[in-house]
């Protein structure tokens, strides 16, 4: 069982930045892929990044490559996001997620935070 805690949100104007961190529990949080999904009002949880078990590897939806970047810290059990050039259009409850393979490019995980809000004004 891995538990996972988001922090991080909040309100910043467009262009402006935030820093996602999400602490995971559990001895094996090393061995998992990691990843960050987002879900707006009235619409499905979509995919935003994905970073491998070795942070070696990541993967980036279209609409924030070049302006989000994934990372992690296996010594903390923390895997991070920034958020860079923030649009309204990022406006999301943003989740951490977890998996027992290595790395996975989609919405499909094992383990689930409780999301954090970022609202980006215009």
């Known amino acids: 069982q891995v538990r996972l805690v988001e922090s991080g949100g909040g309100l910043v104007q467009a262009g402006g930045s935030l820093r996602l961190s999400c602490a995971a529990s559990?001895?094996?949080?090393?061995?998992?892929?990691m990843g960050w999904a987002r879900q707006a009002p009235g619409k499905e949880r979509e995919f935003v990044a994905a970073?491998?078990?070795?942070?070696?590897?990541?993967a980036y939806t279209d609409s924030v490559k070049g302006r989000f970047t994934i990372s992690r810290d296996n010594a903390k059990n923390t895997v991070y996001l920034q958020m860079n050039s923030l649009k309204p259009e990022d406006t999301a409850v943003y989740y951490c997620?977890?998996?027992?393979?290595?790395?996975?490019?989609?919405?499909?995980?094992?383990?689930w935070g409780q999301g954090t809000q970022v609202t980006v004004s215009s």
């Open positions: 559990g001895r094996t949080f090393s061995r998992y892929g």
């Open positions: 970073i491998s078990w070795s942070g070696t590897s990541t």
């Open positions: 997620a977890a998996d027992r393979r290595t790395f996975v490019i989609g919405a499909e995980y094992d383990y």
